[in-house]
């Protein structure tokens, strides 16, 4: 068998080495390029605590809430008594088909409900008025909860069920 | 007597005219490779011609990277989401929609095809990943018939891939691929208990299962020459895609 020769095999791989070249320089030649941006907001989420202060005056119960926890929340009282009794507030108190006298503003954390809601009654006369009576007054908060456009509004019926992680409405 | 002249032996004739053959067929192709290429190239250079691409959140840059010359680029490749979806004195409330528009910008001077990759994460105080918690609720509300198309193959819970199948010139910027962000209000339900008992009796609390944790949001987005498109985009972003032959649009395959 006649043995090739030297010269003409290793121009041919050159030739070959040169082409396989010129194949990867042309496959990187394409114009690219990439630019990045990130950011994040820390959720805040919490349970407010509100306190109820009850003055007794000469015209009823002076009725007060303040919100003395981090976040901000919406109010509302009820009273209870064996008599009749009357609410009175020169603005944001309203009542409600429940009988629950809402604060129609979002009370943030750390302020007060302004203005007081009056909760007035009259002393029962007659024979069989009691010595002394009770009134109660019960206050509830609930989260402030936004719709989609923004505008802030209250679920009063955001009940936490007692064992599960869920809550239900 | 007459010297018998050597014959040159065929074999190596063959080797040699394939191997011409074959060098002087691999540089017409190049050169062809070239003249295409390069005669695009030679122009460009001449004309200070470049790749570029920014960012663009609420029509503001935000990150950009453009080439100079000489493997050089200016700008800031990675810039900062979310900085202003907050008023100073505003707290992140889950539910109402914020203004979150993103849109890229071609702030290069030769025509490009641009992609963006969205991906949405929570992270915990240490700033450490929580796969545990869902970026579905995190909501991007994306656009998809303004021209960017969501490739659903390469996209996942936490990734979207969007497509900007219109070719973007020379300064232009694209549509917005989203236009508002929310977190879905859903997790003011998603409360944890927790009892402690003591002389006084039971205490029960809740806590907000997302309470402390940041949603994030990273863009990048990819730009690509259009000369060659299909096999640029090939060859840079390893999808096929189909390009019109006027090198103005293309779509996904």
Redesign the interface.
């Known amino acids: 068998m006649r043995k090739l020769h030297k010269k003409p095999l290793i121009m041919a791989a050159a030739t070959l080495a040169l082409t396989g070249t010129l194949a990867v320089g042309s496959a990187m030649a394409y114009f690219t390029t990439y630019s990045t941006a990130g950011g994040g907001v820390k959720m805040n989420m919490g349970f407010t605590k509100t306190v109820p202060d009850e003055q007794i005056k000469s015209d009823g119960k002076h009725v007060t809430i303040s919100n003395t926890g981090k976040y901000d929340c919406f109010v509302r009282v009820k009273a209870f008594a064996p008599v009749s009794l009357g609410y009175k507030a020169d603005k944001n108190w309203s009542k409600g088909a429940d009988d629950y006298w809402y604060y129609s503003d979002i009370l943030p954390a750390g302020q007060t409900t302004d203005p007081e809601l009056v909760i007035s009654y009259e002393f029962p006369s007659g024979d069989d008025k009691p010595e002394e009576f009770n009134v109660i007054v019960i206050q509830e908060c609930t989260p402030v909860l936004y719709k989609e456009d923004g505008t802030p509004y209250a679920d009063w019926n955001h009940v936490i069920k007692d064992d599960s992680t869920q809550t239900t409405e | 007597m007459k010297k018998k002249k050597k014959s040159f ?1 065929k ?2 004739a063959l ?2 005219t ?3 053959l ?2 002087v067929g ?2 017409v ?2 050169t062809r ?2 003249l295409t ?1 390069y005669s695009e190239n030679y122009s460009a250079q001449m004309n200070m011609q ?6 663009l ?1 609420n029509d503001k840059v ?6 100079i010359s000489n493997n050089e ?1 200016k ?1 800031t ?7 202003d ?2 008023g100073k004195d505003d ?7 914020y203004n979150e528009a993103i849109s890229v910008k071609n702030s ?1 001077t ?1 025509d ?1 095809f641009v992609r963006v990759i969205i991906t949405k994460s929570w ?1 915990d105080k240490e700033g450490k990943k929580n796969t545990t918690l869902s970026p579905d609720l995190i909501e991007l509300n994306f656009l998809t018939d303004n021209g960017w198309q969501i490739a659903n193959a390469q996209s996942t819970k936490e990734r979207t891939v969007l497509y900007y199948t219109k070719a973007v010139a020379a300064g232009d910027t694209t549509s917005a691929l989203s236009d508002t962000l ?2 879905n ?1 859903s ?7 927790h009892v402690t008992e003591s002389e006084k009796g039971k205490s ?22 259009t000369h ?1 498109a299909k ?2 985009i090939k ?2 972003w390893g999808v096929d895609v189909n390009v019109s032959d006027d090198e103005t649009t293309m779509s996904l395959q």
Do not use: C, M
């Open positions: 032996p074999k190596t080797v040699l394939a191997a011409a074959l060098l691999s540089t192709g190049s490779a070239a290429y470049s790749i570029g691409v920014s960012l959140e935000v990150s950009s990277r453009d080439y680029w700008g490749s990675e810039g900062e989401l979310l900085t979806l907050l707290t992140f409330t889950p539910g109402k929609k290069g030769i490009t992270q929310r977190i209000p997790i003011a339900s998603d409360v944890t208990k029960i609390t809740y806590t907000y299962k997302y309470n402390g944790y940041t949603f994030h949001i990273d863009a990048e987005v990819d730009a690509v020459q060659n096999d640029a060859s840079a």
